[in-house]
T-cell receptor, first 111, second 114 residues
Framework: EDQVTQSPEALRLQEGESSSLNCSYT??????LFWYRQDPGKGPEFLFTLYSAGEEKEKERLKATLTKKESFLHITAPKPEDSATYLC????????????FGRGTSLIVHP | ETGVTQTPRHLVMGMTNKKSLKCEQHLGHNAMYWYKQSAKKPLELMFV???????ENNSVPSRFSPECPNSSHLFLHLHTLQPEDSALYLC?????????????FGSGTRLTVV
């Protein structure tokens, strides 16, 4: 069964304190790994798709990387407006073609 | 609001009521989805529509009934719900079926069943 596991469940940072969120996934059949951001009271917002190990993508203070068994979302010098829940999802070949989502990491950045 | 619009934003209903959730997208996308989001749980796929045809029904109870009259509109008809159905219901669309290039989500309907 496809599985995506995110850690930590919650993370509190001070403004400017860089850190990383982790997403580990079932390797077999992975076609793509997605990151979404979700603000309270809103739907998730698409951030990145990573397709192969070694790939990296950046957007402002966020950088997503993919290894052969996990993905990281690095947050450099975060600001309070980066506070949100970050969701990871794996897209697998065979069977259902719908992404499998993790439970998310709730990030709070204190000023 | 642009992209995917959901109404109402909040809904409180009794277990014997019948109500409908509405979703509208003007992105020219071919596929639309209903997801359920409960606290501490991953997003749960409920229904998938591709070009107005239902392509997946993820073992959802019959008290949830979807309708897709055209490629821009999606409804979720609700009847005889249970308190455990209280959740955030999200509509999403994608350019191709499956969301491989990413979903665009609406802001959701916060449903409370009393």
């Amino acid at each position: 069964e496809d599985q995506v596991t995110q850690s930590p469940e919650a993370l509190r940072l001070q403004e400017g304190e860089s850190s990383s969120l982790n997403c580990s996934y079932t390797v077999s059949g992975l076609r793509g790994l997605f990151w979404y951001r979700q603000d309270p009271g809103k739907g998730p917002e698409f951030l990145f798709t990573l397709y192969s190990a070694g790939e990296e993508k950046e957007k402002e203070r966020l950088k997503a990387t993919l290894t052969k068994k996990e993905s990281f979302l690095h947050i450099t010098a975060p600001k309070p407006e980066d506070s949100a829940t970050y969701l990871c999802a794996g897209f697998y070949s065979g069977g259902s073609y719908i992404p499998t989502f993790g439970r998310g990491t709730s990030l709070i950045v204190h000023p | 609001e642009t992209g995917v619009t959901q109404t109402p934003r909040h809904l409180v209903m009794g277990m014997t009521n019948k109500k409908s959730l509405k979703c509208e997208q003007h992105l020219g996308h071919n596929a639309m989805y209903w997801y359920k989001q409960s606290a501490k749980k991953p997003l749960e796929l409920m229904f998938v529509y591709s070009l107005e045809e239902r392509v997946e029904n993820n073992s959802v109870p019959s008290r949830f009934s979807p309708e897709c009259p055209n490629s821009s509109h999606l409804f979720l008809h609700l009847h005889t719900l249970q308190p455990e159905d209280s959740a955030l219901y999200l509509c999403a669309s994608s350019s191709e079926t499956g969301g491989f290039y990413g979903y665009t989500f609406g802001s959701g309907t916060r449903l409370t069943v009393v």
